[in-house]
Every structure is written in C-alpha cells, then in structure tokens.
C-alpha cells in the first residue's frame, strides 16, 4: 500500500525498546512530510517519556532517523504502513585494546607476544554514535607522536571489523566491552597532555593583578 506525500495517512508502528519491556503501539496523523522530532514528540506524550528529544532515537530499517529530516527521507517509497524502532540512546564506556600486529587493512599477522603488550584507552560515547565517531575519539586523545590517521584505524569487536557507518548500538557494543585495535608492531599509545586551562587563567589573573598594582604605586 502506498500514501500520497502529505497526506497524514500513514499507519505508523513503534517497536519500543526503551524499557526492559519492549511494547508495539501505532502513532496516527503522520504524513511523510512529518518529521522526525514531531514523531517522537508524539511519542512522548502517547507513553509519558520525560527523556530528552536527543536522548530517543528512532531507526528504520537499522538506519538512525535523524531528528531534522522527514519520514519521507527513509520512507522513500511513500508506504503507507511503516514500522519504526525505537531506542534510548546510552553513554557507554568501551575499552579499546590495541593489537600490534603488521600488515594492512583486516589482513594482520598478530605475534603471540603482542597479547602481552597491550594497552587499554577507555572512551566514552553515546551509543548511538557511528563507528567513525569512535575512531574520531581515539585520533583526537592520542598524541601527535603516536597517532594513526582516522582512515587508517582498524577496529575489530568479537573478531570482526567494525562498519564505519553503522551505530555503536547497531555494531551491538555495549557498555564496558572491548574492542580491538590493530597497531603497529612496537606501538606505544601515548595520551595528548591536556592544555592546563586553569594555569593561563592564572597567569592571566597574575598579569591584571600586576597591572592593579602599577596603579595603586602610581
């Protein structure tokens, strides 16, 4: 069946999964022109959810809706009978290992001595990130001098390479697991020192204090 572009005659079905009980419940008066926050705001008052907009996150098809587009942007064949799913989105912490090995891509030699050399970087992201984001987060706290470029990280998660483009909760990661991460053979991780904020607002503080002492001598 198929729904003309604005009219609100789409039979929406929600599969929620934001309590430990999963429930299915229908939303009407949605058109494709409606977006996505409009449609979790309905969802909001239907089931009385005091989470933040941000914090629900609708897929279709194992494809994170984003809050400013359309139904029309997944729902591109104008079906009149759409299902949704929808989860709540989960700061996490995952415990990325690296793996010295040589090699290239997913195609590694890992030596059984590398299993005792390992080094644990523990991020924290909302699960409802994309794998991309995650290896952004390894590039952007590693030193300059221990750096891998964000197109060359390799990260496996039970064995397998993680899809750049699919969610953390897509990938099916969840809190406190470990995720590899293929390094080369005598790589040492080594964190980015973090500016000292509080030592140039210090200084800044010294340098006007000494400037209203200047005046009181004058």
Not at 2 to 17: E, Q, R
Not at 45 to 62: C, E, M
Not at 191 to 206: F, G, L, M, R, S
Request: proline share 1%; aromatic share 8%; with cysteine.
């Amino acid at each position: 069946m198929y729904a003309t572009v604005g009219n609100n005659d789409i039979s929406l079905t929600i599969n929620d999964y934001v309590n430990k009980n999963s429930s299915t419940y229908q939303l009407s008066d949605i058109s494709n022109e409606t977006r996505i926050s409009e449609i979790i705001n309905k969802i909001k008052a239907k089931k009385n959810y005091t989470h933040d907009t941000s914090s629900l996150v609708l897929y279709f098809a194992r494809v994170e809706c984003k809050l400013n587009e359309k139904l029309s942007t997944y729902n591109k064949s104008n079906r009149k009978n759409v299902k949704l799913e929808l989860y709540l989105s989960s700061l996490i912490t995952i415990n990325v290992r690296t793996m010295q090995s040589c090699g290239s891509g997913t195609s590694r030699c890992v030596p059984i001595w590398s299993f005792c050399c390992r080094q644990t970087i523990k991020i924290k992201i909302l699960d409802t990130c994309e794998v991309r984001a995650l290896k952004q987060k390894i590039y952007d706290i590693t030193d300059e001098s221990a750096s891998i470029s964000v197109d060359n990280i390799v990260l496996l998660y039970k064995g397998a390479p993680l899809n750049n483009f699919l969610t953390l909760k897509e990938s099916e990661i969840v809190n406190n697991c470990k995720v590899d991460y293929f390094v080369p053979i005598c790589y040492i991780y080594k964190e980015k020192e973090k500016k000292n904020k509080e030592n140039e607002e210090n200084e800044k503080n010294d340098e006007n204090d000494g400037e209203v002492v200047k005046k009181n001598e004058n």
